[in-house]
């Protein structure tokens, strides 16, 4: 892994009106690598994506990504990123492939037919190519969705919670392209709330809770923030599931309801 | 940046005209309800209606116009609210391309979309048999005022579009003004009309952009209403334009 920052969040707070959704998170994500904002529904994990791909203006704390202030040079960290929403934000209108074509378009590039066939047979989809969006499934829009992020090769990519709402077969194809991605150099800072999906393709992970990071580290220096003790009489390493609920404790009811 | 912005406004300009191109059943709504009215009145209640000398399908046509475009322009709150609500707009605001394209792309749809709708309600009022000797100038003329009104009510509808909750929302806004036409000098003159209906039907805009069109459609003199028309095209299209921009930030900051 390099010693490279692709994003660096330090201090970040937002509140809506006087729900205070982030309460000073601090992060910072290694270039190339995959990092996974582990969170139960309503604990500020959209908030900070919306944040960083300059959605949303935080009310104090500094965010940047890839050297630029999501703040003051917002332009400029739009060059270098790609944001994949929590729902498939594709046109249900217009086929695979002018989806595809039209992002190119608008990005400005040359050869946005090679692009959208090249993508199209990436992600499966080149069958599909011609149909409209509103005959895919889930799966399809989905991949759908994540080729249209690639257009233009962006350096770093937000991933928002990518698998909810997937059956188990496009999970997996969600989690191959990731992982393909990842391997390419790219930056992807996904959220979930799926502790196996961030078990599964995180280099690292920070559990986000009730606003705070609460935990931040590869998955086996999470693994020794539980009692050495328990390794003596059970001989299995304990799942990401009993490290969250251990440290977030069972008042995180608390937070459910207040997503952005 | 300007070429940026032309150059994105194109491709989103694109992109729903194909939307309309694939379910024409917007332009055709927009263009048949004027139409059931526009018949409604010519052949049903039309002959109890005085309105002077000329045939009632002359007089009753500008106001048409008016209700065609106040109800086209609803598939713009509409259009707004589905990328709102799909994520394509936020989806479109995280990319590097100039911002504002995205919001420009639907009011140059929502003008091609009106004209296209405007245009069959005109052929329809021919064969019903409306006549006018109206040179070019005065149908450039009309054009261009009902091009300002289709601006001013789009960027109106921009607002329902940006802050809706439900597709309910998005489209209601509209109803006021598809009605507002029925108090003015649109479907019969004003002055049979009750004291406060009267000076309110003379006084809103409707009744000054009807009379303008009216008259150039007859190849009289505009006289004042034309300047009163514009003022209110004008500035109902700067109002609606600066809040909904004001709407437009609130959002994406």
């Known amino acids: 892994m390099t010693t490279e920052t692709a994003i660096e969040v330090v201090g970040l707070t937002k509140s809506y009106s006087d729900n205070a959704v982030l309460r000073g998170v601090d992060l910072s994500v290694p270039a190339g690598s995959i990092f996974a904002l582990l969170g139960s529904n309503g604990a500020g994990k959209t908030t900070i994506v919306r944040i960083l791909s300059t959605l949303l203006k935080a009310d104090d704390g500094t965010a940047t990504v890839n050297g630029c202030d999501v703040a003051t040079n917002s332009a400029e960290v739009r060059r270098s990123i790609s944001l994949t929403g929590q729902f498939a934000a594709v046109d249900e209108i217009l086929t695979g492939r002018e989806n595809l074509a039209l992002i190119a378009r608008l990005r400005r590039l040359k050869d946005r037919e090679a692009i959208a066939d090249d993508l199209l047979a990436q992600f499966d989809l080149t069958d599909a190519a011609s149909r409209r969006v509103a005959t895919y499934s889930g799966g399809m829009r989905r991949r759908l969705d994540i080729a249209m992020s690639l257009i233009g090769n962006p350096p770093v990519l937000f991933l928002d919670e990518p698998t909810t709402g997937l059956d188990p077969q496009a999970r997996l194809e969600v989690w191959a392209t990731v992982r393909e991605l990842a391997g390419h150099g790219t930056t992807v800072l996904l959220t979930t709330q799926y502790l196996d999906e961030a078990e599964q393709l995180a280099d690292r992970i920070a559990i986000l809770h009730q606003g705070r990071i609460i935990a931040d580290g590869t998955l086996a220096e999470l693994g020794k923030l539980l009692p050495p003790a328990k390794v003596e009489y059970v001989e299995k390493q304990p799942t990401l599931e009993e490290i969250f609920l251990m440290i977030v404790g069972h008042d995180d009811r608390r937070a459910v309801g207040s997503k952005s | ?253």
Not at chain 2, 37 to 46: E, P, R
């Open chain 2, 1 to 253: 940046m300007r070429t940026d912005v032309a150059s994105n406004t194109i491709a989103l300009l694109g992109r729903s005209l194909r939307h309309i191109l694939r379910s024409p059943d917007t332009i055709i709504t927009t263009a048949l309800t004027p139409i059931a009215m526009l018949s409604l009145f010519v052949y049903v209640l039309g002959g109890a209606i005085r309105t002077g000398s000329g045939r009632y399908v002359d007089y009753l046509l500008p106001g048409i116009l008016l209700i065609t475009i106040a109800s086209g322009i609803a598939y713009t709150a509409l259009r707004l609210f589905t990328d709102v609500s799909t994520g394509i707009f936020e989806r479109l605001q995280s990319m590097p391309i100039a911002r504002s394209a995205l919001l420009w792309g639907h009011v140059l749809t929502s003008l091609v979309a009106n004209l296209i709708s405007l245009v069959l309600v005109v052929l329809v009022a021919l064969l019903m048999g409306f006549r006018s000797g109206a040179g070019l100038l005065a149908w450039l003329a009309v054009l261009g005022i009902l091009v300002l009104f289709t601006l001013a009510l789009t960027w109106l509808a921009v607002i329902p579009g940006l802050t809706a909750k439900s597709v309910d929302g998005a489209g209601a806004f509209s109803y006021p003004l598809v009605f507002l036409p029925f108090i003015s000098s649109a479907f019969v003159p004003t002055s049979g009309m009750p004291g406060p209906v009267r000076w309110f039907a003379e006084h809103q805009p409707v009744t000054s952009i009807v009379n303008t069109i009216r008259d150039l459609y007859a190849e009289q003199p505009v006289g004042n209403n034309g300047w009163i028309a514009i003022a209110w095209c004008a500035g109902t299209l700067l109002v609606a334009y600066t809040l909904a921009m004001h709407t437009y930030h609130r959002k994406i900051s």
